[in-house]
Each structure stands twice: as structure tokens, then as C-alpha cells.
């Protein structure tokens, strides 16, 4: 198990290439508030999302551009990779994925028990983009998994803003590696997907820029390592 609290491309332009197994990631992206209130719309919801904005406003100088070449040059043949995103930035994830050479299994939808409140349509669920490198190879579960994912979300007390519940991680990593293989998330936050890999005996590279995430991240997944 590798840990560190870097910058991302400080520590993945120094991995060997085709050195990791799967990756499983949440990256800052732009979000969406859904509007917020006003005093001419008081009645409608208030966007719920600009706390994420404040705290990810440190992180977002970083491009898709600039992390999605290293993730393929480092992820080995015939791997898979699983992009969390949203209607924002979906087009611009697929564009520069296909661009450095992912090729696309398909769009995942993960739908949760709770909405983020909008003035439009209502969200209740995100997408992740479910890529390759190389040859197609076949998910372990191949009779019993829809594209439609139904997981909880993490409604109350939250290690991160943005945290995704453990069972959804360990449903991508169960079916895209074995146990032994290398897991890598290049933007951690509070360490769901290293637990996730733990609790499955997966090895774990993890990376988290902001140092208050880093240390609840290692104190989760330490607490995982037996």
C-alpha cells in the first residue's frame, strides 16, 4: 500500500507505466448549483452545491488535459478504469479519454436514495465512465450487472463532501480485478476506494492533495489493513 499526499502528477509522472491494475476515481469537476435562491424565486430550491465549489476552487486549475494522459500511459493493457463525472464535464471526459487512447465500455449510472434539489430536473444520480485500455476484457460478474447501479448514498455525516459509499466501490473494483492487483485513485479524498480495495485484498495506491483528507483517508484505510 502506497499513500501520499502530493500532487497528483508529481507522484503519477514518477509510476512505471503499465504498472496498475484498475483505477477507480472521483476528480474535481465543475458542478453544477441547480440556482439558487432569489427574492423573486424564494420558492425554489436552493442549489446545494456551492460549498463543493469553494472547496474544490483550489483544485480545479487542474485540466483533464493534464491527468488523463497519465492515467493511460500507467494503467496496463487490457485494464479497465472508472471515471466518476457529471453532465457537465461528461463530453469533455469522453473526448480527451478517447484522445489518449481509452477506448469506451460504456456509461455508467449510479442511482441514489436522495436528489440534489434544481430548479430543473432533479438529480438523483451520477455517472461513471467505464473505460479501457487495450483489449476488451470481460467484467467477473458478467450475467448479473446492469448499467444502472442502485447504491445508497451517504445521507448525514460525511468523511468528504463528495464521498461515495464503500459497497458502490467495492461492486467496480470486485468486478474489474482480483485479489492481489493494484488499485489506483489519484484523487482519494477521505479513502473510500482504498478501503474498498482492502476490504477485497486488493493492494492500494492512493494520492490526495489537501492534507486534512490525506490523514482521515490513511486513519480509514489503515484501520482496513489487517
Not at 476490504?199 to 490525506?214: C, K, P, Q, V
Request: with cysteine; proline share 4%.
Amino acid at each position: 500500500m502506497e499513500l501520499y499526499n502530493d500532487d497528483c502528477l508529481n507522484v503519477m509522472r514518477a509510476m512505471a507505466d503499465n504498472s496498475v491494475d484498475l483505477i477507480v476515481t472521483d476528480p474535481p469537476y465543475k458542478t453544477i448549483t441547480g440556482g439558487d435562491c432569489n427574492g423573486k424565486n424564494s420558492e425554489r430550491p436552493k442549489g446545494m452545491l456551492g460549498g463543493n465549489r469553494k472547496l474544490f476552487a483550489h483544485q480545479n486549475n487542474i485540466k483533464i488535459s493534464d491527468w488523463m494522459p497519465e492515467l493511460y500511459r500507467i494503467v496496463k493493457d487490457g485494464s479497465h478504469i472508472y471515471i466518476f463525472t457529471n453532465s457537465l464535464n461528461l463530453t469533455e471526459m469522453l473526448t480527451t479519454s478517447a484522445e489518449v487512447g481509452f477506448k469506451l465500455h460504456n456509461v455508467l449510472v449510479w442511482e441514489k436514495n436522495n436528489c440534489t434539489p434544481s430548479q430543473f430536473y432533479m438529480k438523483n444520480c451520477e455517472y461513471i465512465l467505464f473505460l479501457r485500455k487495450g483489449k476488451a476484457k470481460w467484467i467477473n460478474d458478467i450475467g448479473g450487472s446492469k448499467t444502472v447501479h442502485k447504491f445508497n448514498n451517504i445521507i448525514g455525516h460525511k468523511n468528504h463532501p463528495t464521498e461515495k459509499p464503500v459497497d458502490l466501490l467495492q461492486f467496480y473494483i470486485a468486478n474489474s480485478s482480483n485479489e492481489g492487483d493494484i488499485v489506483f485513485d489519484p484523487f482519494m479524498g477521505s479513502g473510500s476506494t482504498g478501503v474498498a480495495a482492502k476490504t477485497l485484498n486488493r493492494d492500494f495506491i492512493g494520492i490526495e492533495l489537501d492534507e486534512n483528507y490525506f490523514e482521515i483517508a490513511k486513519s480509514r484505510i489503515l484501520d482496513n489493513v489487517e
